[in-house]
């Protein structure tokens, strides 16, 4: 299926239809576009998997349509989560059909999006953000100039650290090898979209966020941004899909300690093989693996366990039930706070 979760289809999506597939979220992780990374983070997979499905069920009680079905225990049963009586790995959902674009010299092809209607996933990713981090891509588009103030709803030049009076709600490319910035003109260009889904996916986008925030604060967490993505069913009604609210799609922190796969991406921001990656996208933004000639080291062992503690006690918490033996979170933060 992908560098982090595997794909089980147990009745393939047509034209016409939507099928049924199942997710299986391993231990695996990824990092700036890379894949696979060469560790594994114990207990990511059931983690994930328990997260989602919590905020699948908390979005569809207010009122969101999403492609979740439900969770397969290990005797094969569809639960709910709270039927479930040990964490899974596997989440059964409504599966649309990827329709990827064709790449053309250096560039896309999205044709098949203005032959298609129905059951397809969206090619897009969307990014709500309310807080404005060292890292934030804003800050580097708006120097080079590929964005502007008003473009992102801003009158001022942001600063770093930035709490947002209004999230900003940006978007990107999802099937291309690298995820690129879109403006909304050309995002409704590509994925064929009119002006009432472009307006329907952002007041989603925006109602979903604010779900999230809530939830996560309830456990001392901020929401500082995070990624969705939506499809369309056999009727065109715009559902989400693919994994919400989970360290994963969102980066939250506590008291400025990063709580999301952000703690990998700050060690490998230090390491050679990063500036490598940089480089070599800076060259071809479609073929960059070609002159990528290092590998990424693991991580140090104590730091691995650590985000695996912080993925199982985020499930723990933000489901308020002990799936995973590990220390509360605000314990297990305070050691990856020494180490990093």
Known sequence: MGSVKDLVILEKAKKGKV?????????????????????????KGKSICISTAYFFEEMEKNGIKTHYIGLVDKKG?????????????????RMLRVLKPKIKGNSYDYSVYKKERVNYLIPL???????????????KRLKEGSITLEDIGLKEYPTIGQILEKPIIDISTKLETTDRYLKW???????????????EIKLKTLKINEIITKEVEKVGLINEDGKIEFGFDE?????????????????????GIPVSK?????????????????EAK??????WREYVNLYPPKLPEKLCVLISSIYESYANEITQRKWFDVPPLKEVLAEIKKFI
């Not at 994994?243 to 994963?248: E, N």
């Not at 952000?262 to 940089?278: C, H, P, S, V």
Request: hydrophobic letters at 35%.
């Open 282 to 287: 800076k060259k071809d933004k479609i073929k």
């Open 185 to 199: 003109d050309e995002a409704k260009e590509i994925a064929n979209l009119t002006d009432y889904e472009i307006e």
């Open 77 to 93: 049963n569809l639960k709910k989560l709270n039927e479930l009586e040990q964490p899974t790995d596997t989440l059964q959902f």
């Open 235 to 255: 009727d065109r009604n715009l559902i989400l899909v693919d994994a919400v609210g989970t360290l994963d799609e969102c980066r939250f922190t506590y008291n």
């Open 125 to 139: 990713e969307i990014i709500y953000r309310n807080y404005l981090s060292e890292n934030s891509s804003i800050f």
């Open 19 to 43: 099928g049924v597939g199942r997710f299986i979220f391993t231990d695996r992780y990824s990092v700036f576009d890379w894949g696979e990374m060469p560790d594994h983070i114990l207990g």
């Open 262 to 278: 952000e703690i990998a991406r700050i060690y490998y921001r230090k390491t050679d093989w990063f500036k490598n990656l940089e």
